[in-house]
T-cell receptor, first 109, second 114 residues
């Protein structure tokens, strides 16, 4: 089955700086890569996703990149704000969604 | 925006008891899922359900677990005889298609087995 590795496990950034989270996956058949944000006491909420026929996607301060050859994908958050503080999960799916272990992002004011 | 709703938000039960966790998926979605998250760990797949049957299940989803869609709106997860290690957040999710469409998650049920 799919195995998704996520790094780093924790990330502390100064407000206004960028945050980058990296993931790798094992199943070359995976074709859909969503990113979820989980705030305390809530379920994962989709923030952005990318499909295997696209190399990069951007939505305001959030961007994702995908390198299918290397089986890498990354989340970039620019101009971080305190409300970006949360746990972020990458995921990959060809048949079922498999999650990375999560990155706890703390934005220091 | 439509959302997935889960009840109860918190369930406390004694070891060996049966629990039923309830979910109302988004109304026009056809695929339903249960995931589990032990405190501080990753979100783990339990089971997927489509067309009134299980389409895939993980190793975690053993004979103590079952799922049901008893009517047109609810989707339930039953644990027959709870163990201490079943304590976790259980998330229900739904999607309109399988594979490359977003899963929409509920806010979860925190199950505490004592």
């Amino acid at each position: 089955g799919e195995n998704v590795e996520q790094h780093p496990s924790t990330l502390s950034v100064q407000e206004g700086d960028s945050a980058v989270i990296k993931c790798t996956y094992s199943d070359s058949a995976s074709n859909y890569f969503p990113w979820y944000k989980q705030e305390l006491g809530k379920g994962p909420q989709l923030i952005i996703d990318i499909r295997s026929n696209v190399g990069e996607k951007k939505d305001q301060r959030i961007a994702v990149t995908l390198n299918k050859t290397a089986k890498h994908f990354s989340l970039h958050i620019t101009e971080t704000q305190p409300e970006d503080s949360a746990v972020y999960f990458c995921a990959a799916t060809g048949y079922k969604l498999s999650f990375g272990a999560g990155t706890t992002v703390t934005v220091r004011a | 925006e439509p959302e997935v709703t889960q009840t109860p938000s918190h369930q406390v039960t004694q070891m060996g008891q049966e629990v039923i966790l309830r979910c109302v998926p988004i109304s026009n979605h056809l695929y339903f899922y249960w995931y589990r998250q032990i405190l501080g760990q990753k979100v783990e797949f339990l089971v997927s359900f489509y067309n009134n049957e299980i389409s895939e299940k993980s190793e975690i989803f053993d004979d103590q677990f079952s799922v049901e869609r008893p009517d047109g709106s609810n989707f339930t997860l039953k644990i027959r005889s709870t163990k201490l290690e079943d304590s976790a957040m259980y998330f229900c999710a739904s999607s309109s298609t399988r594979g490359d469409s977003p899963l929409h998650f509920g806010n979860g049920t925190r199950l505490t087995v004592t």
